[in-house]
């Protein structure tokens, strides 16, 4: 049996008459690959007794029903956000320390730490090629690095969306800044001698936020342009590339994010050559198995990279929840593939070191 974790919200449409899709996918997904679920919310978890109350849905008999049982041995958590309820994590911390239970895709708030995913990945000799020069905000560094690139990103240690970045490039006759924010980019000019009031005035708060070096890549049609990669670990065991995308900005000159109102673009050919795509597939498949020797319950994700006018790949950010619109999707379907693979190799472990004892 898998359990699904799901928020208090959809639980309680789970037997309505227009049944949650994510019940619904997850029903089918079950029926698919011929394995029993259980749909539940952490609030329901005991961890006196390892019990978690819910709905058991049985495959055979297409069926939903309310009853308490052992805490699955493997989980999928799909609430929508990132772990934040301290109750919860520390259910989760202990079920996974104690008790060996497996709860995919559940990350904590403070995981997601971009900065921290940075410094992890620059500590790996595989993965450090990749980084461009980043770090925690301040005046000085961003001086410093102001020297060295003319170009900076600014945005926040915990974000989605790319929403409240700022971009600062450094001119002959001072600083053009951008900020984007809803949708809006918002764009000032200023001299040399306003960067440190503005700076001050602007970031109160800069522990919150992070400056990366911004990648001198080309562009398309006079549009900067960047990569979205979804490597996912598949049925077989293994990581794949399941999808690549380019992002093209639009509304927002220094943002491609969707959400900010890039768009997108499928053809890739006209964007990079046949050398270059493998090579950002490559990256992004050791970026995430370093990812996963961390974090072994990350098995989906959204992997940001930019091309500079060498070649060379840059990885701008990882995403452990990567956003999509809709459930239905074979993004969704491989992930939990996995899951029922990674269900057959521990019942099958159990099952071995069952016939060794005895």
């Known amino acids: 049996m898998i359990g699904i974790i ?6 309680k ?4 008459k227009e049944p949650h899709p994510t019940v619904q996918f997850y029903k089918k997904l079950a029926r698919n690959n011929k394995v029993n679920l259980c749909f539940y919310t952490m609030k329901n978890v005991s961890l006196k007794s390892k019990t978690a109350r819910g709905y058991v849905y049985s495959y055979a008999e297409d069926k939903l029903v309310k ?3 052992p805490v699955p041995k493997v989980n999928v958590y799909r609430v929508g956000s990132y772990l934040r309820n301290e109750n919860s994590i520390k259910k989760i911390k202990q079920l996974r320390k104690k008790d060996g239970i497996m709860f995919f895709h559940a990350v904590t708030n403070y995981e997601r730490s971009k900065y921290k995913i940075y410094q992890y990945l620059a500590s790996n000799k595989k993965t450090a090629p990749y980084l461009p020069e980043t770090n925690m905000l301040s005046y000085l560094t ?3 690095m102001l020297d060295r690139y003319n170009k900076l990103y600014i ?3 915990r974000s989605s969306r790319g929403n409240n970045i700022y971009v600062i490039e450094q001119t002959k006759q001072g600083f053009t800044i951008s900020h984007v924010a809803n949708f809006k980019e918002k764009v000032v000019k200023i001299a040399k001698g306003e960067l440190y009031e503005y700076f001050h005035k602007t970031f109160t708060t800069p522990k919150k936020f992070l400056v990366q070096q911004a990648i001198d890549s080309d ?9 979205r990669i979804s490597p996912q670990k598949n049925k077989y065991g293994s990581w794949q590339v399941t999808g690549m995308i380019a992002r093209v900005a639009n509304k927002c000159d220094n943002i491609t994010n969707l959400d900010q109102g890039g768009r997108v673009k499928y053809k890739l050919k006209p964007l990079i050559s046949n050398e270059t795509r493998k090579n950002i597939k490559k990256a992004s498949i050791q970026i995430a198995k370093t990812i996963e020797a961390k974090f072994p319950q990350v098995i989906d994700l959204g992997i940001d990279l930019a091309v500079d006018k060498q070649g060379n790949v840059y990885l701008i950010e990882a995403n452990f929840r990567p956003y999509r619109r809709r459930i239905n ?3 969704n379907r491989i992930p939990f593939e996995h899951v029922v693979w990674y269900l057959k190799q521990q019942n099958a472990s159990a099952a071995s070191k069952k016939a060794k004892a005895e």
């Open 6 to 11: 799901l928020s208090s919200r959809v639980i």
């Open 13 to 16: 449409h789970i037997l309505a």
């Open 67 to 69: 009853k308490k049982i």
């Open 142 to 144: 961003v001086v410093k």
């Open 155 to 157: 945005k926040p240690v």
């Open 219 to 227: 562009k398309y049609k006079g549009k900067k342009f960047d990569f």
């Open 329 to 331: 999707i074979r993004h």
